[in-house]
């Protein structure tokens, strides 16, 4: 038992109803203020607790942590700390900030030193991604895209049911929510029976994502079995994967997505650890045909996150386009760890692993525009009366996430990006 997890837990820092970051979260993230340097933070209700001066006040002299391990711009000092010692800083973070521990509750003259409001801070990019890899592990979604561009009777590719198909992503453009970013250009074909032009893309597109972070994992050479993958996972965050679409579809034979995915991909701010998401691992859905005895799982290694897409324009109206959850993948964070290192690939503390667009099996819980208005051809009417095949200038995508049971809700807040005009 984690004892930051108990369901009774209490903080003496207020905590709205709903709110996604109640005392058995504890999630990590980067914060800047004016006049101070970038350092670690965790997040209660709507309060950020700034760990670099808890660290000060010495709150931490029972861990293996050093100064630069909290004054600092990532998380990845931290994380090379190692899978105990994160679940120990939770634990004690956990008896530091209960609601019947005194030592801080009432120094009041010492909150302003460490306690700010959410939205007085800057929140940067959680960790230094030194190599990210997008997955392609929903069973519905590649069965959607397999029906739209190949052929319906044989939407899945013959090795989709045996391996976890992915690729070798960009991390320098991996950016932090709230970060917008300009429409991309590249070689399309409008016409299929002409030469492709270049032009900016006409089809941009969001995929629903959730992302983990590792820990360091072994050396080169040796690989991380299904069984061990969850002590070289750090935690999980939401993830927009935007694509272009048209571009995509013309150059991702023979060799997959290139600047169809590499112009930006969104994360959210808050890593949320796998300890703190234990309460809510679930059954993994039935794999068939059996998969190869070095993918094989305990046959509970999904976890329940609700997800939800919406779009706001540039009226500030939202519409929620679509409704989903990460337990609909077919393929699991440790199948895709497992599978990444079983030929001695080297995963390191930072490294970012996305699932692919996550989607369920209806209509509504499609995780991309190509699949809800399906190619364009059934455009979705959003609430200000317009509609859209896929996102246009001065749209806003945001994503939400948060699992709940009968005790607690966990969350990841929120991934937010909006589209600006080509350069």
């Not at 709110?19 to 058995?24: C, G, L, T, W, Y």
């Not at 945001?398 to 807040?413: K, S």
């Amino acid at each position: 038992m984690i004892s930051a997890n108990q369901a009774h837990l209490k903080s003496w820092i207020p905590v709205p109803e709903h709110s996604d970051f109640p005392i058995q979260n504890i999630p990590f993230g980067i914060i800047k203020m004016e006049g101070k340097s970038p350092r670690v933070a965790t997040r209660i209700g709507d309060s950020v607790i700034d760990l670099y001066e808890l660290y000060k006040l010495g709150c931490f002299e029972s861990l293996p942590f050093e100064s630069n391990d909290f004054d600092a711009s990532s998380l990845n000092s931290l994380m090379k700390k190692g899978k105990l010692a994160v679940r120990e800083l939770r634990n004690v973070l956990s008896a530091l900030l209960l609601s019947d521990n005194s030592f801080l509750r009432d120094k009041s003259e010492l909150h302003d030193s460490f306690l700010y409001t959410h939205d007085s801070v800057e929140m940067l990019l959680p960790v230094n991604i030194g190599d990210y890899t997008d997955f392609y592990s929903s069973k519905e979604h590649a069965t959607n895209v397999g029906v739209m561009f190949r052929d319906p009777a044989n939407a899945l590719l013959p090795n989709w049911l045996w391996i976890p198909v992915g690729y070798h992503g960009r991390a320098s453009s991996v950016v932090v929510s709230g970060t917008d970013f300009h429409r991309p250009k590249g070689q399309i074909k409008p016409n299929d029976e002409e030469d492709p032009i270049f032009s900016a893309s006409r089809q941009i597109d969001f995929e629903l994502e959730m992302g983990f972070i590792t820990f360091d994992g072994k050396p080169l050479g040796d690989s991380i079995s299904v069984a061990e993958a969850d002590d070289y996972i750090f935690g999980l965050c939401l993830f927009n994967d935007w694509s272009a679409r048209d571009i995509q579809k013309w150059e991702y034979v023979p060799l997959g997505p290139f600047l169809a995915k590499n112009f930006v991909s969104t994360m959210s701010a808050w890593i949320v650890t796998l300890d703190a998401l234990q309460p809510f691992r679930v059954e993994s859905p039935i794999q068939s045909p059996k998969v190869l005895e070095y993918l094989a799982g305990s046959g509970k290694d999904s976890y329940d996150i609700q997800l939800q897409v919406a779009i706001e324009t540039e009226s500030k109206v939202e519409t929620e386009i679509c409704q989903s959850n990460f337990k609909y993948m077919y393929w699991t964070m440790a199948q895709q760890l497992a599978h990444h290192t079983v030929n001695g690939c080297n995963v390191r503390g930072g490294d970012l692993m996305g699932s692919g667009t996550i989607s369920g099996p209806s209509e509504g819980s499609y995780g991309s525009m190509l699949e809800l208005a399906w190619k364009g051809t059934k455009p979705i009417t959003l609430n200000d009366g317009t509609q859209r095949r896929f996102i246009l200038d001065g749209d806003t995508v945001v994503m939400r996430g948060y699992c709940q049971n009968a005790n607690v809700r966990i969350g990841f807040g929120e991934v937010k990006g909006k589209l600006l005009p080509a350069k």
